[in-house]
């Protein structure tokens, strides 16, 4: 028979085997019923009980061939072996050879298959649990301590008072200690994480009948109405089928695979659990305090103080791993760009302090984009998870790794000289692209990084400026062919100009290669021009103010270009919903800088570029980022602000709705003499009602400013 047929034979053999199970069960209670035979009674019940045994045994062999995931099988149907010679031996006893003293051999046997099955238990555990999961070990000890008081005042209590000899004692004291072992091993395995098939569902039912039964024996044997052949075999002997079906079933293999590590999760029928777990020691407190039973108050109160202290652990527990989530990126198991944020301040007072260096590196995959595009999202998914697995190798144990955001890692290195930042970066970018990343068996990746280098205090004392200057060093890493390390602020006019001559081949080019930047930052933000009407705008006010046509046309190129600073900013930051932090703030009020720098960089554009450095400056001298107040503040500048301020407000944007434009023209109007000028804002809501501005018109997509794009 090959593996194929024995497969197919396996997905019903436990039906099977259940079938003739309960028939034989049936038997069972037919003959008693029907005052049958001893010999028949025995037969039909060890049967039951010791086919369980078999039935482990088949299939540990058919349905586990690894060793590794076979040994609690074995262990558990070595504990069933235990089991069935203790029926054995008190159904001969008992109903053969009608011996009735308590205790018997049978029950060192019985008593001696739980240990068995605690340790079959623990090993299933330890092969499904990622990690410690203290949160399920503390929700399992919760219930299992609960439950355990509730056994020592209803059935170990009343069995160790009673007026019996020792060893009668010991054994009826024996079950519900041995079952209460067995029952908080089986809540941690049930509450654990991992997959649940149909072998899990059957084995849960195993362990749930025989503590039923076992619980129910103790009471029965306590009131003295216990009888063999009452209900209680058939709960026992459904609980040993269940074992059996549980190892035929073909699902058995999957009980042991580990568990993903956010598997659990704190759900309402799980809380209602333990919440009523907990407040069980202090429910039947109060019912012994109204009975006037006093004798076990110390042991209900130690269970009090028990309960409480597993809350408050699980509380505890609860509380870091909401802080882990909040500052653990989910896909890469790194710190999040948010923990970056906040650590980076506190690396660079440490150093400040110790009047040490401190590096900041941001690391960037080549062409992302492509591979998702190429070979699908979950290949990217394999990607970044293998670039953060090699990039944490390759850091010190004290060095600080994040996920930065999108394809982009940031690390902070304590200590690092500025004459060692290449050589950091070279050992990140190597440690990446020594080999092809394995997205699955068929499918190999080269992958390569670019990396932007800073270090403190060289290129800067602060969290902003190590970012930016890091960030612009990776623009210029992507700008000179990517796969390369550029330490410290290279955005120099040498390189650019470099870069001129290579690829682009004149100021006229260069020009254009800045329009089509300018278009693509407006592309992050919205389906409509921005820059493009800006400049327009600017145009028409320059005129109506009859400025000469030289500044006309020094508005309207600085207005069209105003915003293309915004393209060494992360998108991510420019397409964020919710409030800027303090970093990304700051990196924000950036934009209009870096829109100068570049502007500098063509010939003839050194007044452009001072107009797009002053666009958000106010007139009451609380813009950015010069600081810059009234008169001191360009006009073209003026003007430019004031356009791009309408555009704004009138463009759906990731931050915020459109206005109408009555709602617009309200806002210029209260901004007059303090942020806008007066008479530029006169001017623009004049042409506005003559129906000369027009609306924003629909952006075409862009052709992509590759090099001047710092993500990609």
Same mark, same amino acid.
């Given at each position: @028979?090959?593996?194929?047929?024995?497969?197919?034979?396996?997905?019903?053999?436990?039906?099977?085997?259940?079938?003739?199970?309960?028939?034989?069960?049936?038997?069972?209670?037919?003959?008693?019923?029907?005052?049958?035979?001893?010999?028949?009674?025995?037969?039909?019940?060890?049967?039951?009980?010791?086919?369980?045994?078999?039935?482990?045994?088949?299939?540990?062999?058919?349905?586990?061939?690894?060793?590794?995931?076979?040994?609690?099988?074995?262990?558990?149907?070595?504990?069933?072996?235990?089991?069935?010679?203790?029926?054995?031996?008190?159904?001969?006893?008992? *109903?053969?050879?009608?011996?009735?003293?308590?205790?018997?051999?049978?029950?060192?046997?019985?008593?001696?298959?739980?240990?068995?099955?605690?340790?079959?238990?623990?090993?299933?555990?330890?092969?499904?649990?990622?990690?410690?999961?203290?949160?399920?070990?503390?929700?399992?000890?919760?219930?299992?301590?609960?439950?355990?008081?509730?056994?020592?005042?209803?059935?170990?209590?009343?069995?160790?008072?009673?007026?019996?000899?020792?060893?009668?004692?010991?054994?009826?004291?024996?079950?519900?200690?041995?079952?209460?072992? @067995?029952?908080?091993?089986?809540?941690?395995?049930?509450?654990?994480?991992?997959?649940?098939?149909?072998?899990?569902?059957?084995?849960?039912?195993?362990?749930?009948?025989?503590?039923?039964?076992?619980?129910?024996?103790?009471?029965?044997?306590?009131?003295?109405?216990?009888?063999?052949?009452?209900?209680?075999?058939?709960?026992?002997?459904?609980?040993?089928?269940?074992?059996?079906?549980?190892?035929?079933?073909?699902?058995?293999?999957?009980?042991?695979?580990?568990?993903?590590?956010?598997?659990?999760?704190?759900?309402?029928?799980?809380?209602?659990?333990?919440?009523?777990?907990?407040?069980?020691?202090?429910?039947?407190?109060?019912?012994?305090?109204?009975?006037?039973?006093?004798?076990?108050?110390?042991?209900?109160?130690?269970?009090?103080?028990?309960?409480?202290?597993?809350?408050?652990?699980?509380?505890?527990?609860?509380?870091?791993?909401?802080?882990?989530?909040?500052?653990?990126?989910?896909?890469?198991?790194?710190?999040?760009?948010?923990?970056?944020?906040?650590?980076?301040?506190?690396?660079?007072?440490?150093?400040?302090?110790?009047?040490?260096?401190?590096?900041?590196?941001?690391?960037?995959?080549?062409?992302?984009?492509?591979?998702?595009?190429?070979?699908?999202?979950?290949?990217?998914?394999? &990607?970044?998870?293998?670039?953060?697995?090699?990039?944490?190798?390759?850091?010190?144990?004290? *060095?600080?790794?994040?996920?930065?955001?999108?394809?982009?890692?940031?690390?902070?290195?304590?200590?690092?000289?500025?004459?060692?930042?290449?050589?950091?970066?070279?050992?990140?970018?190597?440690?990446?692209?020594?080999?092809?990343?394995?997205?699955?068996?068929?499918?190999?990746?080269?992958?390569?990084?670019?990396?932007?280098?800073?270090?403190?205090?060289?290129?800067?004392?602060?969290?902003?400026?190590?970012?930016?200057?890091?960030?612009?060093?990776?623009?210029?890493?992507?700008?000179?062919?990517?796969?390369?390390?550029?330490?410290?602020?290279?955005?120099?006019?040498?390189?650019?100009?470099?870069?001129?001559?290579?690829?682009?081949?004149?100021?006229?080019?260069?020009?254009?290669?800045?329009?089509?930047?300018?278009?693509?930052?407006? !592309?992050?933000?919205?389906?409509?021009?921005?820059?493009?009407?800006?400049?327009?705008?600017?145009?028409?006010?320059?005129?109506?103010?009859?400025? *000469?046509?030289?500044?006309?046309?020094?508005?309207?190129?600085?207005?069209?270009?105003?915003?293309?600073?915004? &393209?060494?900013?992360?998108?991510?930051?420019?397409?964020?919903?919710?409030?800027?932090?303090?970093?990304?703030?700051?990196?924000?009020?950036?934009?209009?800088?870096?829109?100068?720098?570049?502007?500098?960089?063509?010939?003839?554009?050194? *007044?452009?570029?001072?107009?797009?450095?002053?666009?958000?400056?106010?007139?009451?001298?609380?813009?950015?980022?010069?600081?810059?107040?009234?008169?001191?503040?360009?006009?073209?500048?003026?003007?430019?602000?004031?356009?791009?301020?309408?555009?704004?407000?009138?463009?759906?944007?990731?931050?915020?709705?459109?206005?109408?434009?009555?709602?617009?023209?309200?806002?210029?109007?209260?901004?007059?003499? !303090?942020?806008?000028?007066?008479?530029?804002?006169?001017?623009?809501?004049?042409?506005?009602?003559?129906?000369?501005?027009?609306?924003?018109?629909?952006?075409?997509?862009?052709?992509?400013? &590759?090099?001047?794009?710092?993500?990609?």
């Amino acid at each position: @028979m090959d593996t194929r047929q024995v497969t197919r034979a396996g997905n019903s053999w436990w039906l099977t085997y259940l079938g003739a199970g309960i028939a034989v069960i049936a038997g069972y209670y037919v003959a008693v019923h029907l005052n049958a035979p001893a010999l028949l009674r025995v037969i039909l019940y060890c049967l039951a009980s010791a086919s369980a045994a078999v039935a482990v045994f088949v299939g540990c062999l058919v349905n586990l061939p690894a060793r590794r995931s076979r040994l609690p099988w074995l262990i558990l149907g070595a504990s069933q072996v235990v089991y069935a010679t203790a029926d054995i031996c008190f159904y001969v006893a008992h *109903d053969i050879q009608n011996d009735t003293d308590y205790p018997a051999i049978a029950d060192p046997l019985y008593l001696g298959h739980y240990p068995l099955v605690v340790v079959g238990l623990i090993l299933l555990i330890r092969l499904r649990t990622p990690g410690r999961d203290l949160a399920s070990l503390l929700d399992a000890a919760t219930i299992a301590v609960a439950a355990a008081m509730l056994s020592w005042l209803y059935l170990i209590a009343p069995q160790a008072r009673a007026d019996e000899p020792l060893l009668v004692k010991l054994a009826s004291v024996g079950y519900p200690v041995m079952d209460i072992a @067995m029952f908080a091993v089986a809540l941690r395995l049930i509450l654990g994480p991992g997959r649940r098939p149909g072998s899990f569902m059957l084995l849960g039912a195993n362990l749930f009948l025989i503590f039923a039964a076992d619980t129910i024996y103790v009471m029965q044997q306590l009131a003295g109405t216990y009888y063999a052949g009452n209900f209680l075999d058939a709960i026992w002997l459904a609980g040993n089928l269940a074992l059996g079906a549980a190892a035929l079933h073909p699902t058995v293999g999957r009980i042991t695979e580990r568990a993903s590590a956010d598997d659990m999760r704190l759900t309402p029928v799980r809380l209602a659990v333990l919440a009523a777990a907990a407040l069980i020691a202090p429910v039947a407190l109060v019912i012994q305090f109204s009975l006037g039973m006093f004798r076990d108050i110390p042991v209900i109160a130690a269970a009090c103080a028990v309960l409480f202290m597993l809350t408050i652990g699980r509380l505890a527990g609860l509380v870091a791993e909401q802080r882990r989530l909040a500052i653990t990126d989910v896909l890469t198991g790194l710190h999040t760009r948010r923990f970056f944020s906040a650590q980076l301040p506190i690396e660079i007072t440490r150093a400040r302090r110790a009047g040490t260096n401190l590096a900041v590196l941001i690391v960037d995959v080549d062409h992302f984009k492509s591979i998702n595009d190429k070979h699908g999202h979950p290949a990217g998914d394999q &990607v970044l998870i293998e670039v953060a697995r090699r990039l944490r190798e390759s850091v010190r144990a004290n *060095d600080f790794l994040a996920r930065y955001g999108g394809e982009e890692f940031a690390i902070v290195v304590p200590g690092a000289n500025p004459q060692e930042l290449g050589a950091i970066g070279e050992r990140l970018r190597t440690e990446v692209g020594t080999s092809p990343i394995a997205v699955n068996p068929d499918l190999l990746i080269d992958v390569t990084v670019s990396v932007g280098t800073a270090g403190y205090p060289r290129h800067g004392s602060t969290p902003a400026e190590l970012i930016t200057t890091a960030d612009r060093a990776l623009y210029a890493a992507k700008f000179q062919g990517r796969d390369r390390v550029v330490v410290g602020d290279t955005l120099t006019e040498d390189i650019v100009v470099a870069a001129v001559d290579s690829a682009v081949g004149s100021a006229n080019d260069l020009l254009a290669y800045l329009h089509r930047a300018a278009d693509e930052v407006d !592309s992050w933000l919205s389906e409509v021009e921005h820059g493009r009407a800006v400049g327009r705008w600017s145009a028409l006010i320059a005129s109506a103010m009859s400025l *000469d046509d030289a500044t006309v046309r020094r508005t309207e190129l600085a207005g069209r270009l105003c915003d293309m600073g915004k &393209v060494m900013i992360p998108q991510s930051v420019w397409r964020k919903a919710g409030a800027l932090s303090k970093t990304e703030r700051q990196l924000v009020d950036q934009h209009a800088r870096f829109g100068c720098d570049m502007a500098r960089l063509v010939p003839g554009l050194a *007044d452009v570029a001072e107009i797009i450095h002053q666009h958000h400056e106010r007139l009451d001298g609380r813009g950015y980022p010069l600081g810059l107040s009234g008169d001191t503040i360009r006009l073209e500048a003026r003007i430019v602000a004031v356009c791009d301020s309408w555009a704004a407000m009138l463009a759906d944007r990731p931050y915020h709705a459109a206005l109408t434009q009555a709602e617009a023209a309200a806002e210029l109007q209260h901004g007059k003499g !303090s942020q806008f000028d007066p008479i530029v804002v006169d001017h623009l809501l004049e042409l506005h009602r003559e129906g000369l501005l027009g609306g924003l018109r629909k952006l075409a997509q862009p052709a992509r400013a &590759v090099p001047l794009q710092a993500r990609s």
